[in-house]
Nanobody, 125 residues
Framework: QEQLAESGGDSVQVGGSLKLSCTTS????????MAWFRQVPGNEREEVAV???????HYAGALKGRFTISLDHDKRTLYLQMENLALNDTATYFC???????????????????WGQGTQVTVSI
């Protein structure tokens, strides 16, 4: 059974940076899509970014430029580098995995069948 484990969540000040990690127990194939989603209580889970096994990427429009998704095949680890954090970046961040033809076809939570437990990111003044 797939196991995903996020880490790196923390409390940071506005304008700060943070890097999240997510390890997967399974080999990452070329048609594997791995993603970061985030969720605030009372809201739906929303896409942050998606990357596939050949490192094609898709970002939620508002986050492109501040967030960078990357993948280390050897370590089976997904990363999310977050820069210039804002108050509304506060959320629980989840990593997820699925098989997909390309990242822009796997931007909805229902596209994914394996999830981590989430890691909390809190941005404050």
């Amino acid at each position: 059974q797939e196991q995903l484990a996020e880490s790196g969540g923390d409390s940071v000040q506005v304008g700060g940076s943070l890097k999240l990690s997510c390890t997967t127990s399974r080999y990452i194939f070329s048609n594997t899509c791995m993603a970061w989603f985030r969720q605030v209580p009372g809201n739906e889970r929303e896409e942050v970014a998606v990357i596939d096994g050949i490192r094609r990427r898709h970002y939620a429009g508002a986050l492109k430029g501040r967030f960078t998704i990357s993948l280390d095949h050897d370590k089976r680890t997904l990363y999310l580098q977050m820069e210039n954090l804002a108050l509304n970046d506060t959320a629980t961040y989840f990593c997820a995995r699925t098989t997909c033809p390309r990242p822009d076809e796997a931007v909805a939570p229902q596209n994914y069948d394996a999830w981590g437990q989430g890691t909390q990111v809190t941005v404050s003044i």
